[in-house]
């Protein structure tokens, strides 16, 4: 499965950013999709992820309210809206695909992920 993410770019505080995550397979659908997130010095974290059919989703805490993780399954795209957006979320994002069909926020679960896109966000 081949990913690839986009829609990164500057924004002021408070602004909003879509991001895409596009696959060029079919079997992108049968997954879960995540979106991580590493800022300078830090590790991968999870910010949101989104089982097979889009019936579940989870988000970690300090993004809840502010993001929103969706899938278009018969365009192979998963997206993630991200309004409010705060200088603590400029990271580069990367989208990826689990092993799994349900949502899961375990980074080991991920085994194909997408080159990252440049969020960037000033006060």
């Known amino acids: 499965v081949q990913l690839q993410a986009s829609g990164g770019g500057s924004m002021q505080a408070g602004g909003s950013l879509r991001l895409s995550c596009a696959s060029s397979r079919r079997t992108f659908t049968n997954n879960g999709v995540g979106w991580f997130r590493q800022a300078p010095g830090k590790e991968r974290e999870f910010v949101a992820g989104?089982?097979?059919?889009?019936?579940?989703?989870l988000y970690t805490d300090s993004v809840k309210g502010r993001f929103t993780i969706s899938r278009d399954n018969a365009k192979n795209m998963v997206y993630l809206q991200m309004n409010s957006l705060k200088s603590e979320d400029t990271a580069v994002y990367y989208c990826a695909a689990a092993r799994t069909a349900s949502v899961t926020s375990r980074k080991a679960f991920y085994n194909y992920w997408g080159q990252g896109t440049l969020v960037t966000v000033s006060s």
């Open positions: 989104i089982s097979w059919n889009g019936g579940s989703t």
